[in-house]
């Protein structure tokens, strides 16, 4: 676990093995960025010069190492590119300009590791700035190395020094680290393999961490959920040897007056049901339970920050496998709303969960609901591998939801609800079909599908995160290859909101 603390003093002086500072690119040239100030005099001015004859151009994660032969104390400086200088009049805690810093923070601890000690003395002048520092750093300093037994993994930065002097960097500081251990905690659900992370297994890692956290947990296994009338969530899951679980977390700090509930889809596999999917589309389905874990790591955060607000997760756990037991296509599954859905696709399996857990979650009244999960493929064909989608029954709320996720750095982007669509799910023989046989807009229906089971006068909003909860390429910023914890700081984001 890499450990976080704060130096005020001169990083000149600053005892760790690596210091990293940061520089703006711009038509003049490199210059060093504010933190950066003491390490070029102590070069004697010539810090741009010597990056130039590196051809290091300052751009936004661009990684330089230098020693410094004597100096400074620290024996490497790694200087990290930010991209174009701010304009004059521009905020230091925008959201572009503190995203920026938390990518630079990521990528310079990520090139470091196995440095024991890192100090970061990037642009920390206010609160915001430290935390968005720290926050990057301790993201980048990240690997999964469970089940490899050579030791010749990525070896995370054991600690990491943010240079400020801000006031307030010390509670931001404390915010940051215990939203990294959140996003670190949901990556490293998404990233066990479904060998090891079956739906009972999910169920106990949040029996473990319940408590810890302080916050309550509720199992529902296969038999209180039949006996409830989950039919969503058992038809999904009865073709596995592994039988469904549903999770009911809850946060209830005195006074709170808000109440949250998020719910997450949890299919700890998806090999598509009857409904097959191709092998080469197959070998990621272990993050097919990403909104699940989002869930259970935001909630974990909300409650480590003692927020004023109530919180309530729903993770809906199946695995969808192909069996004689298996749901088929033309089934028809009585939700716990009490509406029933044919089945038309068995690869359409997330939605299906999801209404159960959306109708539970509607019984507690809350403010608002926001479900999770990685549900379709046009999300990426739509929006790409970095950017969710968000639709909502309320156009505000959705705006709401992209808002909150644009602070925290995590792209999304608001889609509409064309109500054309919502015929392509009729159904001859139940209230709905779980898709529109002609595929069109399938991100949008899906949607659609789910906005059904949302009672009257409950504000909600759907997030589709397909293509963000993973990163099949390269790591970038503070972002590894693999899970990514997408989603985890918007709820958290949006919980901080509610209980302001």
């Known amino acids: 676990m890499t450990t976080v603390r704060l130096n005020t003093t001169d990083p000149v002086s600053t005892d760790t093995d690596a210091l990293v500072v940061g520089v703006h690119s711009g038509s003049d040239g490199i210059r060093p960025a504010p933190g950066a100030e003491t390490i070029d005099r102590a070069l004697d001015g010539k810090l741009s010069d010597t990056l130039a004859s590196l051809g290091h151009k300052g751009s936004a994660g661009e990684i330089a190492k230098i020693p410094t032969f004597g100096a400074i104390s620290a024996p490497l400086l790694v200087v990290v590119g930010l991209g174009d200088a701010p304009a004059g009049d521009a905020s230091p805690d925008s959201d572009d300009a503190l995203e920026a810093l938390r990518r630079a923070a990521g990528a310079a601890t990520r090139a470091l590791s196995g440095k024991e000690r890192v100090a970061l003395s990037l642009p920390a002048a206010t609160a915001a700035q430290a935390g968005a520092v720290v926050l990057g750093g301790l993201l980048g300093a990240y690997d999964f190395d469970r089940y490899r037994t050579s030791g010749e993994g990525r070896r995370p930065v054991g600690e990491v020094t943010v240079v400020s002097s801000a ?16 996003v670190k905690f949901t990556r490293d659900l998404v990233n066990t393999p479904p060998s090891d992370l079956w739906p009972a297994r999910f169920a106990e890692i949040a029996e473990e961490t319940g408590p810890k956290a302080g916050f309550s947990v509720e199992v529902l296994d296969e038999e209180a959920l039949r006996d409830g009338g989950y039919g969503g969530i058992i038809g999904v899951g009865q073709g596995s040897a592994n039988p469904p679980r549903l999770i009911r977390l809850s946060y209830s700090p005195a006074g709170a007056s808000k109440t949250l509930a998020f719910v997450g889809k949890g299919i700890t596999f998806d090999s598509g049901g009857l409904s097959l999917k191709p092998s080469a589309s197959m070998d990621w389905m272990k993050a097919d339970m990403a909104g699940a874990a989002a869930v259970l790591g935001a909630v974990t955060a909300v409650a480590r920050l003692g927020l004023n607000v109530n919180v309530t997760g729903y993770l809906c756990l199946a695995e969808n496998m192909p069996s004689g037991n298996a749901q088929r296509p033309s089934d028809v599954l009585h939700t716990f709303s009490g509406k029933t859905v044919e089945v038309l696709d068995t690869d359409a399996e997330g939605r299906l969960v999801l209404v159960d857990g959306i109708a539970r979650a509607a ?52 889609m509409p609800l064309p109500e054309e669509l919502r015929k392509g799910l009729d159904s001859a023989v139940a209230d709905i079909a779980n898709i529109n046989p002609e595929r069109s807009g399938s991100m949008l229906a899906a949607a659609l599908f789910i906005r059904e089971f949302v009672p009257d006068g409950i504000r909600w909003a759907h997030i589709d995160m397909a293509g963000p909860a993973f990163n099949k390429g390269e790591p970038y910023g503070y972002t590894p290859k693999g899970g990514t914890g997408a989603i985890t700081r918007t709820l958290v984001g949006l919980a901080g909101r509610y209980a302001e």
Not at 168 to 176: H, K, M, S, T, V
Not at 375 to 397: E, F, H, K, P
Request: proline share 1%; hydrophobic share 50%; glycine share 10%.
């Open 167 to 182: 006031e307030g960097a010390e509670e931001a500081l404390r915010q940051a680290e215990v939203v990294a251990e959140a």
């Open 363 to 414: 019984q507690d009244e809350p403010d608002l609901i926001v479900d999770v999960a990685t549900l379709t493929g046009a999300q990426i064909v739509a929006l790409g591998w970095r950017v969710s989608g968000v639709m909502s029954n309320d156009d505000a709320v959705r705006d709401e939801v992209v808002a909150a996720a644009v602070r925290e750095g995590e792209g999304a982007w608001g």
